[in-house]
């Protein structure tokens, strides 16, 4: 957990701890989250304000077939739990089902393959439309050199379709050293095909929306609103000779 | 016209303590035009080597300070997060290089590294164990200013030794 502090020194005031959960291996079952009180006693303090480092908690899950979106659609308790959930399709039809139906916060973006389809237009721009980020990991192209081209080809075909909107930048660091600070990783969005604003507000604005939509998802079902509907003169006057008629027809 | 330079203020990260002897203008600059040749290739490090030095360094904090035309600032920026370790006399020492500030002069480089340094030793301070520590930190806040003599500003803090 020297892990986390280590995040801290670097200048982020809010971290997600992943849990991976891949339906191609049988048996998989969705745990509760480990409660972040647990495993730090004491959070340390944002640099430069006086507020407690943030740190939630996410669920990954790796779908390769339709049914393995089930899980999302069925009430179970325990998803309710994470505070970020994300989806990781294999294949087109997945990536479209993910998008315009699913109920998650981030669609991740494969970055150490080839991607096996092209992304199309339609279903970026719904997810687009309905706050869904599109995230990109950055730790695999620090590693190795092959999957740095992955990586950035991916990230630049992605560009090409959703013109840098919502996109999200994130590591998937399994030691300290592997991470890096948020100017950096801002200088990597503009590797990846993003402008200088785009690739400030993927390591910002981009990541406190999808918090947010986290929140929301865990809270609200449903939104009603009431709206005052100004009564015109000129309706009251049609209504009336209506009325008279019905009566003459009746 | 002068040509116009751009000076990277970066911080080294490592989580071995005796990383801080790699600091040195060969190893910090060798580890530097690695990763921009294995990121840009032959062209960007061609372009980036044009102006490029070390120009300051502080081992006990880690504080590396290069300098680069402005027309390659952004290969080199976007080429740090690569570094992966610094190496020299044959130890080699995993670690990453933070940037911390971009700037045209080296004075505003200093302006921000005061600041920054001040709130180091701020949260240093919080983290204070005995009051021997304590005391020694506060006279080197109090002390912290932008001086007319050019040399002696980078160094403002003298107990990092503490961490």
Redesign the interface.
């Known amino acids: 957990y020297s892990y986390c502090v280590?995040t801290f020194?670097?200048?982020y005031s809010a971290v997600a701890l992943n849990h991976v959960i891949d339906f191609k291996e049988k048996k998989q079952e969705i745990v509760k989250p480990v409660s972040p009180s647990e495993l730090f006693p004491s959070l340390p303090?944002v640099?430069?304000t006086s507020k407690r480092i943030k740190v939630l908690t996410r669920l990954t899950l790796v779908v390769s077939d339709p049914s393995h979106c089930n899980l999302l659609r069925s009430t179970s308790a325990n998803i309710r739990l994470y505070d970020i959930i994300a989806v990781f399709p294999k294949t087109e039809k997945l990536f479209h089902i993910a998008c315009t139906t699913l109920d998650v916060d981030l669609v991740c973006i494969n970055v150490t393959e080839k991607l096996p389809f092209y992304f199309r237009r339609p279903p970026v721009n719904m997810a687009i439309d309905r706050g869904i980020y599109f995230e990109l990991l950055?730790t695999p192209a620090?590693k190795d050199?092959t999957m740095?081209r992955y990586t950035i080809s991916n990230a630049i075909s992605l560009m090409q379709i959703c013109k840098g909107k919502n996109i999200v930048i994130s590591s998937a660091a399994e030691r300290?050293?592997e991470?890096?600070?948020p100017?950096?990783?801002a200088?990597?969005g503009?590797?990846f095909g993003l402008s200088e604003g785009e690739a400030k507000a993927a390591v910002s604005t981009n990541c406190r929306a999808t918090m947010l939509h986290g929140e929301t998802r865990k809270s609200a079902c449903g939104i009603v609103y009431t709206v005052k509907k100004p009564r015109k003169v000129e309706d009251e006057e049609r209504t009336l000779p209506a009325c008279k008629k019905a009566k003459t027809q009746a | 016209a002068a040509p116009s330079r751009r000076y990277v203020l970066c911080e080294v990260?490592?989580?071995d303590p005796r990383c801080r002897q790699c600091i040195e203008d060969r190893a910090v600059g060798l580890a530097v035009r690695d990763a921009i040749g294995?990121?840009h290739g032959d062209y960007g490090l061609a372009c980036c080597s044009i102006s490029f030095t070390v120009k300051y360094l502080n081992a006990y904090t880690g504080t590396v300070l290069l300098r680069c035309r402005k027309d390659s600032y952004?290969l080199l920026?976007?080429a740090?997060?690569?570094v992966?370790q610094l190496e020299s006399r044959n130890l080699r020492y995993?670690?990453?290089?933070?940037?911390?500030h971009v700037g045209g002069t080296i004075r505003t480089c200093q302006k921000f590294l005061i600041q920054y340094n001040r709130?180091q030793l701020l949260?240093l301070l919080?983290n204070c164990t005995n009051e021997e520590e304590r005391q020694c930190i506060q006279k080197s806040l109090l002390s912290c200013s932008l001086t007319e003599e050019q040399s002696q500003s980078g160094d403002e803090e003298d107990d990092d030794g503490t961490e």
């Open positions: 280590f020194s670097v200048g303090i640099q430069g950055y620090i050199s740095r300290p050293l991470l890096r600070g100017y950096d990783v200088n990597l503009l590797l | 990260v490592s989580e294995k990121v952004r920026c976007s740090l997060p690569f992966r995993p670690c990453f290089l933070n940037t911390l709130r949260m919080q």
